[in-house]
């Protein structure tokens, strides 16, 4: 497959508080993903839950589907059971022509609760990786038996949040679960993210590159803001995360530390669109991941 660079409509229009970027038509985020050069797009509450409608509206405007978020309750389910809850969901992607599943348990989570502040995410307690472990790995497999790459999604917010919490997830489950690295959550949740391209390169199956900015990122962190303030920022201010190249994150020794990953670089970036407009940011972004891929020798 090599690189292929796509985008989550969460730039133009926010899926845990839909009314950001609401009033943004869908074909304007598509026709503006063309514009920039991507090639696919993940799936947002906009696009068509039908696989075989999705898959034919994105080729409207000459993209592809990516894959889409799957909210797990793995900690309340068997696999069993958890694979039967995904039947839609499998459907769907399967019918749309991907084969990623991006997985992230949401069972207990708080980042879609603005009255949370990022202090009471939960934690796991160390005796219960294990048996989360087994059982991801359970639903990874039928997964797999089906075609389709569980790529779990460490999330501010949720019991995989920090590095220690990556680490566990990983010690715990085995292929074919692979790890989801994204870039802006690694470097808030506390993490290097290319120690940890570097760590876990033979499992990483899918990566999202957003950007930090440092100085929100601090000021979020001291005031133990909820994860949906702290994106959409303060007033007129902007939040903590935004594109590839306007914050933090160096991206060419992130895209080197990856080795010879191939598959889907996804853009994103959680902002308010009247305060970040989403085609310039999506140019920047775009325009630098392919510059840091570049130097990186990857493209």
């Known amino acids: 497959m090599s690189i292929r660079i796509g985008a989550n409509p969460i730039g133009w229009t926010n899926d845990d508080l839909q009314e950001i970027g609401g009033d943004t038509p869908l074909e304007?985020?598509?026709a503006e993903a063309r514009e920039v050069g991507l090639g696919g797009m993940e799936k947002g509450h906009k696009l068509p839950n039908d696989g075989a409608a999705l898959k034919d509206k994105l080729a409207e405007f000459g993209l592809v589907f990516v894959g889409g978020w799957y909210s797990t309750e793995l900690l309340k389910r068997s696999a069993r059971d958890e694979f039967e809850a995904a039947t839609r969901h499998i459907a769907m992607t399967k019918?749309?022509?991907?084969?990623?599943?991006?997985?992230?348990?949401?069972?207990?989570?708080?980042?879609?609760?603005?009255?949370?502040?990022?202090?009471?995410?939960?934690?796991m307690e160390k005796g219960d990786w294990a048996g989360y472990g087994a059982r991801m790995t359970e639903f990874a497999q039928r997964l797999a038996d089906e075609g389709l790459k569980l790529c779990y999604h460490h999330h501010m917010g949720t019991i995989v949040q920090s590095e220690r919490d990556i680490d566990a997830f990983m010690a715990h489950t085995r292929p074919p679960v692979h790890l989801l690295l994204d870039t802006g959550h690694a470097r808030w949740g506390g993490s290097d993210p290319a120690g940890l391209a570097r760590a876990y390169r033979g499992r990483i199956g899918h990566v999202h590159c957003k950007d930090v900015r440092e100085a929100k990122m601090r000021e979020s962190n001291a005031g133990d803001w909820s994860f949906l303030d702290s994106i959409l920022g303060q007033g007129k201010e902007l939040g903590v995360y935004t594109v590839p190249g306007d914050g933090m994150i160096d991206y060419p020794t992130v895209f080197k530390a990856l080795g010879d990953y191939s598959g889907w670089v996804v853009l994103e970036a959680e902002q308010d669109p009247k305060k970040a407009p989403a085609l310039p940011y999506a140019k920047k972004g775009v325009a630098h991941i392919r510059t840091a891929?570049?130097?990186a020798g990857l493209m």
Do not use: W
Request: proline residues 6%; hydrophobic residues 30%; positive net charge.
């Open 293 to 295: 891929l570049k130097q």
């Open 95 to 123: 019918n749309a022509g991907a084969n990623i599943v991006i997985a992230a348990e949401t069972s207990n989570c708080i980042h879609g609760d603005r009255s949370r502040p990022l202090s009471e995410r939960p934690r």
């Open 28 to 30: 304007t985020c598509l």
